[in-house]
């Protein structure tokens, strides 16, 4: 009998769900969508009780299948958002909304942490940004200081999802990694940023590995979700390691570029690699003993998402025109700053800006501005990568953008280097989250399960554009650079 594994993504835009077999193949997949809530323009939060909502909707949809036999489930592996801040009281109930990755309200704590404590970054990875955990908590302490009061538990978005499958309190070091209160490289909860932040060690949960299994299904979520209890739940992982460990890049050389609701370029290494000044992202891996660096880009589908919807089209529709259309580099710039960016500026006021309209611009001209300048944010973040000594020479490609071939192309031109479309491209965090529930119940090596999917195609850059694409990813850096002081105070009421 062939054994299935469930990965399970609470990601920002859906709840994701696939169970793959032990041959690594997808056997069917769910999503159920999610609902973000934005009480003010820089705040972005979610019902935490909503992903369980989603993750029961999920597992309902799967097993409609008729190809599923659910005999064949040996176990569970989590992945989520990260930097999502949720918080349970003494009886493990959420005292509030989850306050999300790409919320900007903790502009001034962040200041605060970085005036305050300048060398805590290098221990913890990165500058502290308003979207990261420990700058909301110092939000919450001054705005809703009731709630912090009744804090027993912080988690992280997938962790919240744990607790209701096993009943266990714990995460694991990857999505620990980006709360801002880990030790990187020790790979231990930091003294020093938790006192900075006004928690003590014991509200943070224990630390497990990603590939360990962390809790078996009890038999009131076994009831809910239609499976067998005692199922084993693996540590999981943070969604940016665990859909790299999809893609197989567990390997220092290997690369990977995400286009999902963010983007970011992200390459693992064998030692930790602190490089803040560049606003590279030094973090745990999901596997033992291996970390990664990576350029984080706030805007990436959810900026070409953006442009169709206000001009009322269908992006897939855009995409197939823009495919048939397309004849190298616009002259248009678009920053795609409207959330504020990380890498590699750290400044939660950029906004986005179209740079170049003319009589003759139309909606195909804006859709690919966009998509161009997505991708010249990303050579931004492999910029950052290079200057801190690691250096990508090709990159697999993830996230629903990953659909676009296009796009693809787009940014195989513009980093000038072979960019990988894997079949199963589009499967996401949810995909190695799979991987790991298998590690975790069957152990074996991990670089020989995590291998990379088949390939589907390799786009090489097309050597007639890319020094254009080259001028024009200097202009949108010179353009950036004059627009900076523009920028200051348009972050929207942080209070």
Same mark, same amino acid.
């Given at each position: 009998m062939i054994c299935t594994y469930l990965g399970i993504d609470i990601g920002t835009s859906a709840i994701k769900a696939i169970l793959v077999n032990e041959r690594g193949e997808e056997v069917v997949s769910?999503? &159920?969508?999610?609902?973000?809530?934005?009480?003010?323009? %820089?705040?972005?939060?979610?019902?935490? !009780?909503?992903?369980?909502? @989603?993750?029961?909707?999920?597992?309902?949809?799967?097993?409609?299948?008729?190809?599923?036999?659910?005999?064949?489930?040996?176990?569970? #592996?989590?992945?989520?958002?990260?930097? @999502?801040a949720v918080l349970l009281d003494s009886d493990c109930r959420p005292l509030r909304s989850a306050i999300l990755w790409n919320d900007g309200r903790a502009v001034n704590e962040a200041a605060y942490l970085q005036e305050r404590f300048p060398l805590l970054a290098k221990e913890v990875g990165v500058l502290p940004m308003p979207g990261l955990t420990a700058p909301k908590l110092l939000w919450l302490a001054s705005n809703e200081p009731d709630v912090m009061e009744k804090t027993r538990w912080l988690l992280s978005p997938k962790d919240y999802i744990r607790y209701r499958l096993t009943g266990e309190i714990a995460t694991d070091y990857s999505d620990a990694a980006g709360t801002w209160l880990l030790d990187q490289e020790r790979r231990v909860w930091s003294k020093a940023a938790v006192n900075a932040v006004g928690l003590s060690l014991s509200q943070l949960p224990p630390l497990v590995e990603s590939d360990e299994v962390?809790?078996?299904?009890?038999?009131?979520?076994?009831?809910?979700?239609?499976?067998?209890?005692?199922?084993?739940?693996?540590?999981?992982?943070?969604?940016?390691?665990?859909?790299?460990? @999809?893609?197989?890049?567990?390997?220092?050389?290997?690369?990977?570029?995400?286009?999902?609701?963010?983007?970011?370029?992200? %390459?693992?290494?064998?030692?930790?690699?602190?490089?803040?000044?560049?606003?590279?992202?030094?973090?745990?891996?999901?596997?033992?003993?291996?970390?990664?660096?990576?350029?984080?880009?706030?805007? @990436?589908? %959810?900026?070409?998402?953006?442009?169709?919807?206000?001009?009322?089209?269908?992006?897939? &529709?855009?995409?197939?025109?823009?495919?048939?259309?397309? !004849?190298?580099? #616009?002259?248009?710039?678009?920053?795609?700053?409207?959330?504020?960016? $990380?890498?590699?500026?750290?400044?939660?006021h950029a906004r986005g800006v179209f740079f170049g309209l003319s009589p003759t611009t139309d909606r195909e001209s804006l859709c690919q501005s966009v998509m161009e300048g997505v991708a010249y944010s990303i050579a931004d973040g492999r910029d950052a990568l290079t200057g801190s000594g690691t250096?990508?020479?090709?990159?697999?490609?993830?996230?629903?953008?990953?659909?676009?071939?296009?796009?693809?192309?787009?940014?195989?031109?513009?980093?000038?280097?072979?960019?990988?479309?894997?079949?199963?491209?589009? /499967?996401?965090?949810?995909?190695?989250?799979?991987?790991?529930?298998?590690?975790?119940?069957?152990?074996?090596?991990?670089?020989?399960?995590?291998?990379?999917?088949?390939?589907?195609?390799?786009?090489?850059? !097309?050597?007639?554009?890319?020094?254009?694409?080259?001028?024009?990813?200097?202009?949108?850096?010179?353009?950036?650079?004059?627009? /900076?002081?523009?920028?200051?105070?348009?972050?929207?009421?942080? $209070?």
């Open positions: 769910a999503s &159920v969508p999610l609902t973000t809530t934005r009480l003010h323009p %820089s705040w972005s939060e979610q019902e935490v !009780d909503q992903w369980w909502g @989603g993750v029961i909707a999920a597992m309902t949809e799967l097993w409609k299948d008729q190809r599923v036999d659910k005999s064949t489930l040996k176990g569970i #592996g989590l992945t989520g958002q990260m930097h @999502g962390c809790g078996h299904l009890t038999g009131e979520a076994a009831k809910l979700l239609g499976i067998a209890a005692d199922l084993p739940v693996a540590g999981g992982g943070g969604d940016t390691p665990v859909g790299a460990i @999809g893609f197989g890049c567990v390997k220092a050389g290997d690369a990977v570029v995400s286009l999902g609701t963010s983007a970011h370029i992200f %390459s693992p290494t064998v030692s930790y690699k602190p490089a803040v000044e560049s606003v590279v992202h030094s973090f745990c891996h999901a596997l033992p003993d291996l970390w990664y660096q990576m350029g984080a880009m706030l805007n @990436g589908a %959810s900026a070409f998402g953006w442009v169709c919807s206000l001009l009322g089209e269908d992006a897939g &529709v855009v995409d197939a025109r823009l495919h048939e259309r397309y !004849d190298g580099p #616009g002259d248009m710039l678009f920053l795609p700053y409207l959330t504020g960016e $990380r890498t590699p500026h750290n400044n939660p250096v990508i020479q090709r990159a697999a490609i993830g996230g629903g953008g990953a659909k676009s071939r296009i796009w693809a192309q787009i940014i195989a031109s513009v980093l000038n280097i072979p960019i990988i479309r894997y079949r199963g491209k589009e /499967r996401g965090p949810a995909f190695g989250a799979a991987r790991l529930a298998r590690l975790a119940v069957e152990g074996g090596n991990p670089y020989e399960l995590c291998r990379e999917p088949e390939i589907e195609e390799v786009l090489d850059p !097309d050597q007639s554009y890319v020094g254009h694409y080259r001028e024009n990813h200097q202009r949108f850096k010179r353009l950036y650079r004059q627009l /900076r002081s523009e920028f200051q105070g348009e972050g929207g009421d942080v $209070r």
